[in-house]
Antibody
């Protein structure tokens, strides 16, 4: 059974940093791209970042480019999102999601429950 | 960036009736070498993460009831619920994964009339 479990969220001051983690199990982690998607309170879904199965290719939304870094450790079956220079508009529930294939250009077939990031001003 | 626009923003349908949600992309998301439209549909119920319903425009994810179907090509796409059930009350999102940044539509809220 595929399981994704996010952690690392919390309350942080504007300009601060957080590192989110997503522990994966139930599938061959290195064979699949992984993504982060966020949802501000009461709002829609916003794609944030994606990384290929090998970790060689990574992509970010314009809104987080230069501030957020996606990475993965295939030996630990874990996905990360390093979030720096946080802004109030980064406040959201952050979901980790598994892509359907090794490419980032695929649908998201499994999602975690999310971890809440709150940036105070 | 590709902008995804859904319509309507909300709709109320009687139980057993058809619900239709439209999604329009600001540019084609058809990758012609593969003849695939890079579009997915997701369902999100309150307090839950999104669930993938449809990928490659029209392929149902495993376990998704066949009352859900997707169609379209190029820039215009549709999600159809052929006979609305009470458990289908949710917000539905389309997503293009043709190019980065990948983008979602704003969502369509489906309710029972």
């Amino acid at each position: 059974e595929v399981q994704l479990s996010e952690s690392g969220g919390g309350l942080v001051q504007r300009g601060g940093s957080l590192r989110l983690s997503c522990a994966a199990s139930g599938f061959t982690f290195s064979s699949y791209a992984m993504s982060w998607v966020r949802q501000a309170p009461g709002k829609g879904l916003e794609w944030v970042s994606a990384i290929s199965g090998s970790g060689v290719s990574a992509y970010n939304a314009d809104s987080v480019k230069g501030r957020f870094t996606i990475s993965r450790d295939n030996s630990k079956n874990t996905l990360y999102l390093q979030m720096d220079s946080l802004r109030a508009e980064d406040t959201a529930l952050y979901f980790c999601a598994k892509n359907r294939g090794n490419s980032c250009y695929s649908g998201l077939d499994y999602w975690g429950q999310g971890t809440l990031v709150t940036v105070s001003s | 960036d590709i902008v995804m626009t859904q319509s309507p923003d909300s709709l109320a349908v009687s139980l057993g009736e058809r619900a239709t949600i439209n999604c329009k992309s600001s540019q084609s998301i058809l990758y012609t070498p593969f003849n695939k439209n890079y579009l997915g549909w997701y369902q999100q119920k309150p307090g839950q993460p999104p669930k993938l319903l449809i990928y490659w425009t029209s392929t149902r994810e495993s376990g998704v009831p066949d009352r859900f179907s997707g169609s379209g090509s190029g820039t215009d796409f549709t999600l159809t619920i052929s006979s609305l059930q009470a458990e289908d009350v949710a917000i539905y999102y389309c997503q293009q994964y043709y190019s980065a940044p990948q983008t979602f539509g704003q969502g369509t809220k489906v309710e029972i009339k």
